[in-house]
């Protein structure tokens, strides 16, 4: 069974997606499930896949999108995670 973070970075690849935030449900909880992840509820599987994109090395932070939280009542800053390998080189 890969890890979170594998079953995130193989997804993304598949289906062509640039970045992985928490407005993208679908990334988020199909790379839980093929993870074999056992939380029940979707928002606890969209922050575990997040966290797990956060603490991997594959990953890394490309920014913020601002949108609401999970309650819908206020307007948040959203971490933006992109894959390492797709970053360009740094000079």
């Known amino acids: 069974m890969p890890t979170i973070a594998e079953a995130l970075r193989a ?45 991997s090395p594959l990953f890394v932070r490309s920014g913020y999108i601002r949108a609401c939280d999970s309650s819908g009542t206020r307007e948040i800053l959203h971490p933006c995670f992109t894959l390492k390998e797709l970053q360009p080189p740094q000079k």
């Open 11 to 55: 997804e993304m690849l598949r289906t062509g997606a640039a970045d992985v935030w928490a407005g993208d449900p679908d990334l988020c909880l199909s790379a839980y499930e093929n993870a074999g992840g056992s939380l029940a509820h979707p928002l606890n599987r969209i922050k575990a896949t997040i966290d797990a994109a956060r603490r």
